[in-house]
């Protein structure tokens, strides 16, 4: 069977192809950006092939698409717009169709919202026009509508994670008091193949959940139950929608734009209809709180799959990675160091790619925790999303406030790029190099100003650089002793 995977770098898609893979399946994999699709593992799998393709662009049909069996719709555009994602969306569910029905698909599967309200917010609203346009192609559509996905790395899974482990005491929406119906990742994944090629799901629509109808405040306490911490949460009728979003945007690791979106659909509850496909499929639904579990187990394995936080959208407004991965040198400003190294290449190269997250930048992570907050007062996305994976990196993962454009261990260089906001653009680089017959680690942070502004602030925070660079290239060797 051939499969057609949109959103393969997205929190669903990277969860979905290894299942897809297990089953027998080739895919083929629709990215915007080659680069980010990883380079490692399943996915240089023989059965996984890579096209690239932006939906809301123009694009050329190519050859090799026109066999597939079956076209996942995992596109989302939540999290990259406050205004007119609804737009983004159904332009790129169009192309979708335009794409889809010049193959010789049998079915498309949809991953929606459950939208059982009369009055909806604009993303659950959006998300039940993209099922109308799906639903109008000639190819059958199987859509499968949740609510809050729980798993390691999902956008409620981590919010819920920051509220409830760095607040005691929450003073909170009203909103809280909505009723949701969350539902585990796991069980997710088994609705998606569950409902491969089968007739009977054809031209339908489902509503699938777990077997807990909850609050926000039930699953915070749920979630704090689990984590074996006790937690107080009042609720006020006070906090306007805007001052909702702020307050998820300072203590999470959300994004603004992510948690407008957000706080628009939490206050209308959801919850879903009698779930005829978990008979049809024999699938066991899995409690709240053991997903919660389950998802713990996986980051304490470091093995989280996919996070939201690797999402593009999430960060800024530009989502390619090409236009950044040369790094430039005219009209910049560059910080270079260069340490030899005296101990083991392989530890001083695993340092590297442990920097960042909890192990932190290696010198004065007080420094970088006020930069992160400050850049959260301008509106950028701050130093609480942490990293992925505790030792992994791989191309498009956020770093903290950096993206990674390039992570090649083999030739010892990982590459960054800054996400906070600033009067330029900012690139930070590490490579292991040799020189007549040494080792040296080299250091490079470049920054390109943005007018006479970017200059000022390059020349305000020189002194701090050459203190932090300067440690941090120190402690990167330093830290690497036998």
């Known amino acids: 069977m051939k499969i057609l995977l949109t959103g393969a770098t997205g929190y669903i898609g990277k969860r979905l192809l290894p299942v897809l893979i297990d089953k027998g399946c080739e895919v083929i994999c629709c990215v915007r950006d080659k680069k980010r699709f990883p380079s490692e593992g399943i996915y240089i799998h023989p059965k996984v092939r890579v096209f690239e393709i932006d939906f809301l662009e123009e694009f050329k049909f190519d050859t090799f698409l026109k066999d597939v069996d079956v076209a996942y719709y995992l596109i989302h555009s939540m999290s990259s717009n406050i205004k007119n994602f609804e737009q983004l969306e159904e332009r790129t569910a169009k192309n979708f169709i335009q794409l889809v029905e010049q193959t010789n698909a049998k079915q ?18 959006s998300r039940k026009r993209v099922e109308q346009i799906l639903s109008q192609s000639r190819i059958p559509l199987t859509s499968i509508k949740t609510g809050i996905i729980v798993g390691s790395g999902s956008a409620s899974f981590e919010i819920i994670r920051d509220l409830v482990e ?22 997710v994944l088994e609705y998606l193949t569950g409902v491969l090629l089968k007739p009977e799901t054809f031209n339908k629509s489902f509503d699938v959940g777990g077997p807990d109808i909850l609050t926000y405040k039930e699953m915070l306490l749920q979630f704090a139950e689990v984590r074996g911490l006790k937690r107080l949460i009042i609720t ?72 939201w936080k690797d999402s593009l959208s999430s960060s800024y407004d530009d989502n390619s990675l090409l236009q950044h991965i040369n790094v430039p040198t ?62 992994s990196i791989n191309t498009g993962d956020t770093l903290d406030f950096w993206r990674v454009l390039a992570a090649d261990k083999q030739n010892k260089r990982l590459l960054l790029y800054a996400e906070m906001k600033l009067p330029g653009e900012a690139w930070l680089e590490f490579r292991i190099i040799e020189k007549n017959g040494k080792n040296f680690l080299q250091q490079t942070a470049t920054f390109r100003p943005k007018g006479l502004f970017g200059r000022m602030y390059w020349y305000s925070v020189l002194p701090f650089h050459y203190f932090v660079f300067n440690g941090m290239a120190e402690n990167i060797i330093k830290f690497s002793k036998e």
Not at 112 to 123: M, R
Not at 167 to 177: A, S
Not at 251 to 268: I, Q, R, Y
């Open 108 to 125: 498309i599967i949809y991953l929606g919202g459950i939208a059982n309200q009369e009055n909806l917010s604009k993303h659950l609203t």
């Open 166 to 187: 760095k607040l005691p005491i929450m003073i909170t929406p009203k909103w809280l008091n909505t009723k949701h119906h969350p539902i585990a990742i796991r069980n």
């Open 236 to 307: 006020v009728p006070v906090m306007t929608p805007r001052l909702s979003s702020y307050w998820l945007y300072f203590v999470t690791a959300t994004s603004f734009k992510l948690a407008v979106n957000l706080v628009d659909s939490m206050k209308v509850p959801v919850i879903a209809k009698n779930n005829q496909l978990e008979k049809m499929l024999n699938i066991t639904p899995i409690s709240y709180k053991e997903a919660v579990e389950l998802a713990f187990q996986k980051i304490e394995q470091n093995n989280v799959i996919s996070s």
């Open 330 to 391: 005219n009209g910049c400003f560059i910080d270079k160091r260069e340490k030899e190294i005296k101990t083991n290449i392989d530890l001083v190269l695993e340092n590297i790619w442990s920097i960042g997250g909890e192990r932190g930048w290696y010198y004065a992570n007080w420094l970088w925790h006020i930069r992160g907050f400050l850049d959260k007062l301008v509106g950028g996305v701050g130093l609480r999303r942490g990293r992925t994976n505790v030792n």
